[in-house]
């Protein structure tokens, strides 16, 4: 069937928006740090692909993260949800006219981006997407060492900017991704312009090294 098969709607909340930037910036090369069932990657491989080829890395455990650990059912699921992103590329290549490549790195984000980096793709990507661990610390590293591979001019999507747990003590702020955000930003503003966006992501743009 020439269908896809995605079990939420989280990505249509921000596609909107994606609709304007991709087509404003046309990115050719693309990392993607948690891909889920693929519903952003296949979006991109449909938007993009209509127009030109596209490189595409997509990196994900398939594990689930810390706040899924209690959640058994949910873990048990992971290997499901592994295999509908599979059957949702393999839908998304019937969709394009346009070659493209997609390289899966089924391994945790720190590794992917260290290996990338070591591999000489520095300034090599034109959008990555900031969407694995909501663990302060892990986004902190994907937001540095991935603007490493940004490329000048290239943009930079965070998602669930304003997420946070219901933990029984409330709320923890090193188990949300705003705190490295705002960290990474501030520590950056000389180098990157924030987009003003009215979602749950934020949006830079690199403007030097």
Same mark, same amino acid.
């Given at each position: 069937?020439?269908?896809?098969?995605?079990?939420?709607?989280?990505?249509?909340?921000?596609?909107?928006?994606?609709?304007?930037?991709?087509?404003?910036?046309?990115?050719?090369?693309?990392?993607?740090?948690?891909?889920?069932?693929?519903?952003?990657?296949?979006?991109?491989?449909?938007?993009?692909?209509?127009?030109?080829?596209?490189?595409?890395?997509?990196?994900?455990?398939?594990?689930?993260?810390?706040?899924?650990?209690?959640?058994?059912?949910?873990?048990?699921?992971?290997?499901?949800?592994?295999?509908?992103?599979?059957?949702?590329?393999?839908?998304?290549?019937?969709?394009?006219?346009?070659?493209?490549?997609?390289?899966?790195?089924?391994?945790?984000?720190?590794? !992917?981006?260290?290996? +990338? #980096? *070591?591999?000489?793709?520095?300034?090599? @990507? /034109?959008?990555?997407?900031?969407?694995?661990?909501?663990?302060?610390?892990?986004?902190?590293?994907?937001?540095? !060492?991935?603007?490493? +591979? #940004? *490329?000048?001019?290239?943009?930079?999507? @965070? /998602?669930?900017?304003?997420?946070?747990?219901?933990?029984?003590?409330?709320?923890?702020?090193?188990?949300?991704?705003?705190?490295?955000?705002?960290?990474?930003?501030?520590?950056?503003?000389?180098?990157?312009?924030?987009?003003?966006?009215?979602?749950?992501?934020?949006?830079?743009?690199?403007?030097?090294?």
């Amino acid at each position: 069937m020439n269908e896809y098969k995605f079990s939420n709607s989280w990505f249509q909340v921000a596609k909107p928006v994606w609709d304007r930037l991709l087509t404003d910036f046309r990115p050719t090369k693309i990392l993607e740090i948690g891909s889920f069932e693929g519903a952003s990657a296949c979006y991109m491989i449909e938007k993009l692909g209509a127009h030109h080829s596209i490189d595409l890395h997509c990196v994900d455990t398939w594990e689930g993260g810390i706040e899924h650990a209690a959640d058994g059912t949910f873990s048990a699921n992971m290997g499901q949800v592994e295999k509908r992103f599979h059957e949702n590329l393999a839908v998304a290549r019937t969709k394009v006219s346009h070659p493209f490549s997609v390289y899966v790195h089924r391994f945790r984000s720190d590794i !992917v981006l260290a290996t +990338l #980096l *070591a591999q000489g793709k520095a300034n090599y @990507f /034109d959008l990555i997407y900031v969407d694995g661990s909501h663990q302060a610390p892990d986004v902190l590293f994907d937001a540095v !060492v991935g603007f490493k +591979l #940004l *490329a000048v001019e290239g943009m930079m999507i @965070f /998602d669930d900017y304003t997420w946070s747990e219901d933990l029984p003590g409330g709320k923890d702020i090193l188990r949300c991704p705003k705190p490295a955000i705002d960290a990474f930003v501030n520590l950056n503003f000389r180098k990157l312009r924030v987009l003003n966006e009215p979602t749950n992501q934020f949006y830079v743009v690199k403007t030097s090294d």
